[in-house]
């Protein structure tokens, strides 16, 4: 597989098409309906940001587009593949190559180095050790870490880290970049780099989906979409 | 590449942690394995001396002694005494086909046995030169134990058991000397090698002396013979053999040959077997020991394992979420414990072996005790038994924790502290 850093212009597509997704918990005892039908399409090339408060069912929405979780009922095209039904192992395969992560807590290994953090979704792909290491290199190079490399994350201010796991999540050019409040844990300041980063990955053409409270970053997006009690109820862009 | 390279680099990775806990868990193997192996060696041991002190009277032997008749027969009342004749040895061998060796054995207790002047009394057996082979009467070097002419010349010539030649003649080297039996002078051919002999009858051998049949009957003039030994060509054919024997003395002596009491008979062949297998059973309960001693240790790893799988919780969240298959989560982890019994196992082998070597150096001679126990023998069997339980132990202790590392929902893990 070759892995190139930029993804380049492509005519516009759905990435993200969701047709009356809904999610159900159902503990035996407790019945949760955390989604109640949820259409949501998203194109690429798209900043969306998804918001709502707490127990809206954006974690949810977020985990079913991350293919961490399946859909109870309705179905949902990651581009051109149909992702509810399949199994363990089909989706950890879809999580690798289509879905970058990032996390409000950085989610980083702490024992192992920013570099091999950033290696280890392409050692899941089973990329080449060498190619491996190329594309590592440049990755973190490219969010300004070039001197960094060697650090574990624990020896990294909370901006760093953001941006190791941002490196991370583009490793394996995925269709989509996935960030839940990706600046909660932030100053205001790396708060502001990381955002300013999302805004230039958008511009060279990533899909960026970011969950947030923060209506700063929401702000920065170009469409916002906004849940409650388990259904859309705005979706504008800005 | 594919996906065991994946798991191989991922347990690489992630074994570099932990090295205290690591090692705890490593001795705690190590500490069973050594519970397993000395244990199963120190039974395979005791069944190796055991079977050899069983096998030290001789090999796939019976002893027969005549009795009383017990039933009447063609018009004879129960009751007689029988007793064996010298001829009826040979009758034997001519007789049941079966047999490869029948030999006659006179005894006599309270024999009078004196070198310059120390005496010292014991029992004196007349025999033929066959009892030697069947009754594993091995010279120590040096000497040898009677031969066809001794027999045929009517020799006065002794071979001595260990025990009573040292009673005699102290740290002399007996062989070549004359001494007086019974105030008759007698000239040492051989002394018993040192054995092990379990079974006995009339008292161990390293306490009698032999000396020639013909010998026997013209010195101390004994009419009746104490008992016959017979080996069977094929031990697995003893109780037949044992069955024909009867009949011909049956028939010679008119007895029922059915009255089994008549002809006493000592079977070793069959007491070898059953103290075979009792002495499997043995090790088989040692082994069931170690086992389970191991199987703490096995505990023990499961017990790291769960540990880390709790620990690393969110690292297998993360991993799953950045398209770790499970395999790839389960693999390592199974890798790691079976790591650390693999290395624990080791271990315990290693000092296993020491202390298998050193025990070597441990004087056992004279101590009865010491001469079952002190020889554990680590066969390739015990080997083999070990590596097994210790490799199911390691899979089991690494299975279900790792079963359950894979059932981690990343999307519960990856969101909260």
Known sequence: ?238 | MSGLGVVFNLFLSSSRLQKKRAVLTIASIAWGSVSLLLLLAFGQGLREQLSVANRGMGSGIAVLWASETTKTWQGLPAGRSLHFLPEDALLLRERVPLLDGAIGEFATWGTNFTYGKRTVNARLIGTEVAYGDLRNHVPLPGGRFLNDQDVALRRRVIFLGDELAHDVFGDVDPVGKQMLINSMPYTVVGVLEKRLQMGAYGGPDKNHAVIPITTFQAQIGQEYLGNIVIRAADPKMMKTALDEVRKVIAAKYGFDPDDDRAVRSWDTVEGQRIMRNILLGIQGFLGIIGGLTLMIGGVGVANIMYATVKERTREIGVKMALGARPAWITGPLVLEGLAYTVFGGLLGLLFSMAIIIALGFVPTDGNEALQFLGKPTLSPAVGAISAAILGAIGLLAAYFPARRAASIDPAQTLRYE
């Open chain 1, 1 to 238: 597989m070759s892995v190139t850093l930029e993804r380049p212009r492509e005519q516009i597509t759905d990435v993200i098409t969701m047709s009356r997704i809904t999610k159900v918990y159902d503990t035996g005892k407790i019945r949760v309906e955390a989604l109640k039908g949820i259409d949501l399409r998203i194109r690429s090339g798209e900043f969306v940001a998804i918001v709502g408060p707490s127990g809206s069912g954006k974690s949810t929405l977020m985990n079913l587009i991350g293919c961490l979780d399946t859909p109870t009922g309705g179905t949902y095209l990651l581009r051109d593949k149909e992702v509810a039904g399949l199994d363990k192992n089909e989706l950890a395969k879809i999580r690798n190559e289509r879905v970058g992560f990032v996390f409000q807590n950085f989610n980083l290994l702490p024992q192992i180095t920013a570099f091999e953090n950033v290696e280890m979704p392409l050692l899941f792909g089973g990329i080449p050790r060498k190619e491996r290491k190329e594309r590592a290199h440049e990755l973190l190079a490219k969010v300004g870490l070039a001197d960094r490399m060697e650090h574990r994350p624990t020896e990294l201010s909370g901006g760093q880290m953001q941006r190791v796991a941002l490196a991370r999540a583009l490793a394996m050019n995925p269709d989509i970049v996935l960030a839940d409040e990706p600046t909660g844990n932030l100053d205001t300041s790396s708060g502001g780099d990381v955002m300013s980063l999302f805004e230039e990955l958008w511009k060279q053409g990533r899909t960026m989906i970011v969950i947030t409270h923060d209506a700063a970053l929401a702000r920065r997006a170009g469409r916002i979409v906004e849940i409650k009690d388990g259904t859309i109820v705005s979706d504008r862009t800005t």
